[in-house]
């Protein structure tokens, strides 16, 4: 459901009080007249009836932009939609202690209302997190209002390799956005007489806008349009001559490539009996790593710090997956591992 924290409005409309490049920003304030009222969950009560009176296993996923795990819990009620994404986590800086104190927000604020927790990491309105991720500031909501900063493209492909580790290994729902399992970085260079956002118009060329996340995919070729559309199909936007190297064909079968991470990520996540649903127990760690134990006999290591860390300050184990080779067992900054330990 998008925008599923604006179905509600104050009845007597009054103003916002804001410039008008604010009115689509996240709620700030406890009484603004047309973000995350409390009268929107009466509608969505409504909505789960209707779908619930539907044969099948019907879903609700609601797009909610609020500020703090409590607030979207509210929106994944037993009587209200299924899930929410968790915008939260996707905001959240590359920082250890950031990133635990949100997971740990989350399971505590879902659990309490009988919800799964959910995780993403990119979507249609954000800045891809490969490009975030390999900036200086490393949060925000998107190309809307982030200052222009130089980017590490290197760096933030091995972050975001790390990043889809760690997501995939938590409890609950994952999120996927088209194009993040290829390593797809924002197209921030598009020329302007191509760019369809109607921000770029509402803000009388002043704010490019979301067109950088949307680049259509690269499937085969080693030309734009990369297979995507019949043949002689000109896209909406223009793709980077350089998503050569990252079409769907390129990927497949290279046992380092993006593509063939997510595709193993989620073969062991499918499999694997301690992931999906149930709980997490936090480890001991060297500092800058977020270690955790998922059970039976799986424990998930992220080193955020600047510094490699020795295989024997980890747990012993069999390496299921890493973000990137391991050698002598030296987990390397912005990496992840996944391990496979003995239970009984």
Excluded at 99 to 106: C, D, F, H, P, V
Excluded at 235 to 261: F, I, S, Y
Excluded at 297 to 312: E, I, S, W
Aim: charged letters at 25%; one cysteine or more; hydrophobic letters at 40%.
């Amino acid at each position: 459901m998008d925008v599923a924290h604006g179905v509600a409005k104050h009845p007597d409309l009054p103003d916002l009080g804001v410039d008008r490049e604010d009115l689509t920003e996240p709620p700030d304030r406890a009484d603004h007249p047309h973000w995350d009222r409390d009268e929107v969950h009466e509608i969505y009560r409504e909505w789960r009836d209707v779908v619930d009176a539907y044969p099948g296993q019907l879903m609700f996923v609601a797009e909610a932009w609020v500020d703090h795990p409590r607030r979207l819990a509210r929106y994944a009620r037993p009587d209200e939609p299924h899930t929410a994404f968790n915008f939260d986590f996707l905001r959240c800086s590359w920082h250890p202690d950031r990133l635990r104190a949100i997971i740990e927000e989350s399971l505590r604020a879902l659990h309490a209302v009988g919800a799964p927790a959910t995780w993403v990491l990119s979507n249609h309105d954000v800045t891809r997190h490969v490009t975030r991720y390999g900036r200086r500031h490393t949060s925000g909501h998107g190309p809307r209002r982030e200052a222009t900063e130089p980017v590490d493209l290197g760096l933030g492909l091995r972050r975001a390799r790390a990043a889809v580790l760690l997501m995939l290994a938590l409890p609950g729902s994952a999120y996927l956005y088209q194009g993040e399992e290829l390593g797809l970085w924002e197209v921030a260079d598009l020329p302007e007489e191509v760019l369809r956002d109607p921000t770029w118009e509402r803000s009388g060329h002043t704010v490019r806008g979301r067109d950088g996340c949307r680049v259509p995919l690269p499937w085969a070729g080693d030309a734009p349009p990369f297979d995507f559309g019949p043949g002689g199909t000109v896209p909406w936007l223009p793709q980077p001559r350089e998503w050569k190297d990252h079409t769907v064909e390129a990927q497949t079968g290279d046992r380092h490539a993006m593509l063939e991470l997510y595709r193993a990520a989620l073969r062991i996540r499918r499999e694997h009996p301690a992931l999906g649903a149930g709980t997490l127990r936090w480890l001991d760690a060297p500092p800058g790593v977020l270690l955790f134990a998922r059970e039976p006999g799986f424990r998930c290591a992220v080193n955020l710090g600047p510094a490699p860390v020795p295989g024997g300050a980890l747990p012993a184990g069999e390496v299921l997956l890493a973000s990137v080779p391991l050698v002598d067992d030296t987990l390397p900054p912005d990496a992840a591992v996944w391990l496979s330990t003995p239970t009984g």
